[in-house]
């Protein structure tokens, strides 16, 4: 971008200021002796075209929309289409989650995002021993296609783009979802939303799996066929960061571990005779926003840069929609603090604004009493408000990918892209991510970081605002603190009881048989799903059935 002339006469002037830096300094010393950011290296004082002399603008930027959409997949970004404003809701029962949908959509949100409660996520009925006092407690529960039919009444699924998390289960609730849509009336083609669908990152970061990694990536790959073939619109995976990132990943890990499992994911439907060209248009990513606000934006540049690489270079895709990554963004929960709770509307604020400046697609923003107990109407509405303040009257959204050039921004972008592919190539070395996450690498990875997060807290090096300083004496309670009622979770085992006496117990039977012996001959599973939920046999009933054929998976790591 500068010629050597320019360079040379831009040395000597930061040489020159340096010096006059340093006289400064013995009169006014900076805060700190370094400043560093979350992923460890240090800021520097000044940047100037010094730090991206080698910077190629259309190898390494290019125009937004075009390879390697460094700025942005689409072309005219937000001018044309504002994001997809979600906000992830879901607890007690169905009944409840509608009505909390239904205030949402009257609100101006412009997609739903579904939150299941922990027994769902890990293949149990609502009556299932180990279910007990966690039925609707961090989700929604869901033990049939009745749920689902109740959680999206008067919600024409035609019409609205939908997210649901949810990973071990994910090709029962992608059926139910499915069916339910069916019977509305609507087509499968016309279906749009994700499914998270993530396997890998629960044996790393997370938890709610069910299944050994190897028949786990195989009801993975049997949803990106299903859905190349009958659902074009649908997200087959959401291949997450966020939860990686909430278990105590830096920004570098973050990208560097989902991207690892990305790859993962590639080469297993490769293995199983898809084309990248196909099922990687239908791939999307799931990234947190933290606070450090700079760094976040510089990651989601590197981050699209790195998966067109990635797809370009290592699988050979030609196909551009395959090339470009999509991802939703979630603010930080791990950031939200119980102390003065208020201060977490302006941590959301910045780390919404990082999203947007960062070019994401979709993005839901926490409300601000969330380190306290689930989300009150009042504080989810601050939080959508949040995002359409963003929207509409800061401006930023009026300007494609309007922080590009800083001299700062793509140093940090360049950086953090630097930092990625060491890892990636590290994770290769030691045989792919499954293996890494059997030898509990990426684990290990996580914990120290979490730990060196940890102690920078309590060392007072990280300020943490209302935490480690400008605490108060007396905390100002927050009202109206939500709480799931418990005859909530009896009210799900009694309808549960009424769906077994009341459905074709003989047509379940058979289903549940065909899905077995569907899944020991090695067939795609999706359609049994299907049928299966169809008979209205229950979540926990195909999972019993699928684990009787995979076995479940134990932790053996140790750190």
């Known amino acids: 971008m500068y010629d050597k002339e320019q360079l040379k006469r831009i040395s000597d002037a930061f040489e020159q200021w340096q010096a006059q830096v340093e006289s400064d300094l013995k009169k006014y010393p900076e805060r700190k002796e370094k400043f560093v950011s979350s992923s460890g290296y240090e800021f520097k004082r000044c940047y100037t075209p010094l730090d ?192 990686i990132r909430e278990a105590g990943a830096n920004a570098v890990q973050e990208l560097a571990f989902t991207f690892a499992d990305a790859i993962a994911y590639v080469e297993a439907a490769i293995k199983a005779g898809l084309d990248p060209n196909v099922f990687g248009r239908q791939l999307s990513f799931f990234f947190a926003a933290h606070n450090n606000f700079l760094e976040e934006i510089a990651k989601f540049r590197a981050a699209r840069r790195i998966w067109a690489k990635i797809m370009k270079e290592r699988f050979k895709v030609t196909n551009q929609e395959a090339l470009r990554l ?76 309007p922080l590009a050039g800083s001299f700062a921004l793509e140093a940090l972008t360049n950086q953090i892209e630097e930092k990625v592919w060491e890892y990636l190539q590290k994770i290769d070395s030691l045989g792919g991510m499954v ?32 935490v480690n300083a400008f605490q108060t004496k007396e905390e100002r309670p927050v009202e109206n603190i939500l709480k799931v009622d418990p005859a909530l979770e009896e009210k799900q085992k009694q309808a549960l009881r009424q769906l077994r006496e009341q459905r074709d117990n003989r047509a379940v039977a058979n289903s549940l048989k065909e899905l077995k012996q569907a899944a020991q001959e090695g067939k795609n599973i999706v359609p049994y799903v299907f049928e299966a939920v169809k008979c209205y046999a229950t979540l926990g009933e195909i999972s019993d059935v699928l684990r009787e054929v995979y076995g479940e998976y134990t932790e053996s790591t140790s750190i």
């Open 326 to 401: 999509r991802f939703h963004t979630q603010t930080g929960g791990s950031t939200l603090t119980a102390q003065q709770p208020l201060n977490n509307i302006v941590r959301v604020a910045i780390q919404a604004l990082a999203a947007v400046l960062g070019g994401t697609q979709s993005l839901h923003t926490n409300s601000f009493d969330e380190a306290l107990g689930l989300p009150t109407e009042q504080s989810v509405q601050v939080a959508l408000r949040t995002q359409q303040i963003i929207a509409y009257e800061s401006g930023v959204a009026d300007i494609v990918d």
């Open 52 to 243: 991206v002399s080698e910077l190629d603008y259309l190898k390494d930027l290019g125009m937004p929309g075009d390879y390697p959409y460094t700025r942005g997949v689409q072309r005219t970004m937000y001018r044309g289409r504002f994001w997809t404003m979600r906000q992830y809701a879901g607890f007690g029962t169905a009944e409840e989650t509608n009505k909390r949908f239904k205030y949402l959509l009257q609100q101006g949100q412009t997609g739903l995002s579904v939150a299941f409660d922990l027994p769902t996520q890990i293949g149990y009925d609502s009556d299932h021993p180990l279910a007990e006092g966690e039925v609707g407690r961090v989700g929604v529960a869901v033990d049939s296609l009745k749920d689902i039919e109740t959680l999206f009444d008067g919600i024409p699924l035609k019409d609205v783009s939908t997210s649901m998390t949810i990973n071990s289960t994910a090709v029962i609730l992608l059926s139910m979802y499915a069916v339910t849509a069916e019977k509305q009336g609507a087509k499968l083609e016309e279906l749009r939303g994700t499914i998270q669908n993530d396997i890998l990152k629960e044996y790393i970061a997370r938890g709610t799996y069910i299944f050994p990694p190897e028949p786990s990536m195989k009801i993975v790959t049997d949803i990106f066929e299903f859905c190349a073939q009958h659902m074009p619109k649908w997200n087959t995976i959401s291949i997450s960061g966020y939860h």
């Open 435 to 466: 293996r890494a996450i059997e030898l509990g690498y990426v684990q290990k990875e996580i914990h120290k970081s979490a730990y060196e997060q940890q102690l920078a807290i309590e060392k007072g090096e990280q300020i943490v605002v209302g």
